[in-house]
C-alpha cells in the first residue's frame, strides 16, 4: 500500500503533468474518509429505533456533524493558505477515527452528538488540505484532479450504507468498530501524501518558482456577485441532495414499503450515480468550460426532480439515478470556477465550499426532518423538486471560455474582492 507513494519524486507532479499516483493516494483516503462519515446516515433507522429518535433529533445528528465541518473548513483552509500543514491530512483522520469508535459505544443521544462532531472536525481538517495536494498534482488539469479526488468522497458515501446494510444492520452498532481499520489505513497512506506534500511545497518555494500562471484582470464587483451566485447554486445542490442522503430511505419504506436493507441499496444505487457525475463534471469542465458545466448541472435536473413525488417504483430508481449522475457534475466546475476568480486562496476557497455543503447538508436535514414530522416524507420531496430551479441563476457568471483554449487565469482587481467575497460567504 505505502510502496507506490514511499518512491514518489516531487518531479512527477510538475506543471507539464498530473501526478496520478498522488490523486489516486488522495483520492483512496477520500473514499475511505467518506465511507466512514457515511455510516452515520445509513444507520439512521437503527438508532432511531435503538434510541427511540423523531425525524427531527436525527436531522440535529446530521447538524451537529455538518455544521462542526463547514465552520471550521474555511478557517483551517484560509490558515494554510498562509502556513501548508502537510501532516495535518492524518490529524484530521484520527479525529475521524476517534468519532467513529464513540459512535460504536455511545451510551446515550448526547454522546451520538459528541461522536458526530468529532467525525465533522475529522472532515473540516481533510478536506480543504486534500483539496489543496489535489490541485498541486494536478499538472494544470485541475478540473480532472478534483473530480479523483471528490470521486473518491463520492464513491466511499456510496460504499458506506451498502456496508451498513451487510455488517452493521445485522451485526448492530458495535460492528461499526470495525471500520477503525480502515481509519487506520487512510491515516499511513495520507502520511506518505504529507510528505510527498512537504517536498513539493519546498520546491514550489524556490526562489524565481511560481505556482500559479501570470494572471489577467476581472473588477472586483463581477467577482463578488459570482461568488453570491456560486454560493446559492451550492445551497440548492446540497439542500437537495440532504433529502436524498437523510431520508431516502424513509420515503421509499413510507411510500413503497421496502424493507431497510432494500431500501439502502437503492440509496447505493442514487450514490454510485452521484460518483460516476462527478469524475464527468471535472473532465468536461476542462473540456468545454465550467460556466456549461455548471448551467447543465443544476439547471438540467430539474424536470427528473419535478417528476420524482410522482414517479411508480420501477421508475424512482433509475430517475435517481439520473438526478444523481447530472446533479453531482456541479462540485469540482463549481470548485474550480471559484478557485479562478480568487487565485492564491485555493485553500480558503476548498474550505469555503466543502464546508457550505456541509452546511447547507446539515441545515437541509434539520429543516427538511422537521418539515417531515409536520407534513410526512413524501411532502419533503414534492418541496424539494423546485430547488435545481436556482440555477437560472448561472447566466450571471461570466464566460471564462475553455481552459484548455486561454492562456492566462482570473486575479482580483483589488485586494479587498478576495476580503469581500470571503464575507459573501
Known amino acids: 500500500m505505502t510502496t507506490p507513494l514511499a518512491t514518489l519524486d516531487v518531479s512527477t507532479s510538475s506543471k507539464e503533468s498530473t501526478a496520478f499516483k498522488v490523486l489516486g493516494a488522495i483520492g ?5 474518509n467518506d465511507m466512514i462519515q457515511s455510516l452515520l446516515p445509513a444507520i439512521y433507522p437503527l438508532l432511531k429505533s435503538s434510541f427511540v429518535l423523531s425525524f427531527t433529533q436525527i436531522g440535529l445528528i446530521t447538524l451537529t456533524f455538518q455544521i462542526t465541518a463547514s465552520l471550521l473548513q474555511p478557517v483551517v483552509g484560509l490558515y494554510t493558505d498562509h502556513h501548508p500543514k502537510p501532516y495535518s491530512l492524518s490529524i484530521g483522520m484520527g479525529c475521524t477515527l476517534i468519532g467513529l469508535i464513540i459512535l460504536a459505544y455511545a451510551p446515550s443521544y448526547a454522546v451520538l452528538l459528541i461522536a458526530a462532531a468529532m467525525v465533522g472536525t475529522g472532515s473540516s481538517i481533510f478536506h480543504p488540505e486534500s483539496s489543496r495536494v489535489a490541485r498541486m498534482a494536478s499538472g ?7 473530480s479523483i479526488f471528490q470521486v473518491g468522497g463520492n464513491a466511499g458515501s456510496a460504499t458506506g450504507p451498502l456496508l451498513a446494510a451487510l455488517i452493521v444492520i445485522p451485526q448492530g452498532r458495535h460492528s461499526i468498530a470495525w471500520f ?19 517536498r513539493k511545497q519546498s520546491l514550489v518555494n524556490r526562489p524565481g518558482r511560481s505556482s500559479e500562471q501570470p494572471q489577467a484582470v476581472l473588477p472586483a464587483r463581477m467577482v463578488t456577485r459570482s461568488m453570491l451566485v456560486l454560493l446559492v447554486l451550492i445551497f440548492s445542490k446540497f439542500f437537495y441532495l440532504a433529502s436524498i442522503n437523510s431520508y431516502y430511505i424513509f420515503f421509499l419504506i413510507s411510500k413503497f414499503h421496502l424493507s431497510v436493507k432494500s431500501a439502502q441499496l ?28 455548471i448551467w447543465v448541472s443544476i439547471l438540467g435536473v430539474a424536470p427528473f426532480t419535478l417528476i420524482l413525488p410522482y414517479a411508480s417504483l420501477a421508475w424512482t430508481g433509475p430517475l435517481t439515478f439520473i438526478i444523481g449522475l447530472i446533479l453531482a457534475s456541479a462540485f469540482p466546475a463549481i470548485l474550480v470556477y471559484a478557485q479562478e476568480l480568487l487565485p492564491g486562496k485555493v485553500g480558503m476557497v476548498a474550505g469555503l465550499f466543502f464546508g457550505l455543503a456541509f452546511g447547507m447538508a446539515g441545515i437541509g436535514a434539520a429543516v427538511l426532518g422537521k418539515l417531515a414530522d409536520a407534513r410526512g416524507i413524501e411532502y419533503v420531496y414534492h418541496v424539494c423538486a423546485f430547488l435545481p430551479l436556482f440555477g437560472l441563476l448561472t447566466v450571471f457568471l461570466p464566460d471564462l471560455g475553455r481552459p484548455s483554449r486561454r492562456k492566462p487565469a482570473l486575479i482580483i482587481a483589488t485586494p479587498s474582492a478576495v476580503e469581500l467575497a470571503s464575507k459573501a460567504g
Open 28 to 32: 483512496f483516503s477520500h473514499l475511505l
Open 140 to 146: 494544470g488539469r485541475y478540473g480532472l484532479a478534483q
Open 180 to 198: 477503525s481499520m480502515a481509519a487506520l489505513l487512510a491515516m499511513l497512506v495520507l502520511w506518505q501524501v504529507g510528505g510527498w506534500y512537504k
Open 266 to 293: 437503492h440509496l447505493f444505487v442514487f450514490l454510485s450515480a452521484v460518483a460516476i457525475g462527478t469524475i464527468l463534471g471535472g473532465h468536461v469542465g476542462d473540456l468545454i468550460g465550467r460556466k456549461r458545466v
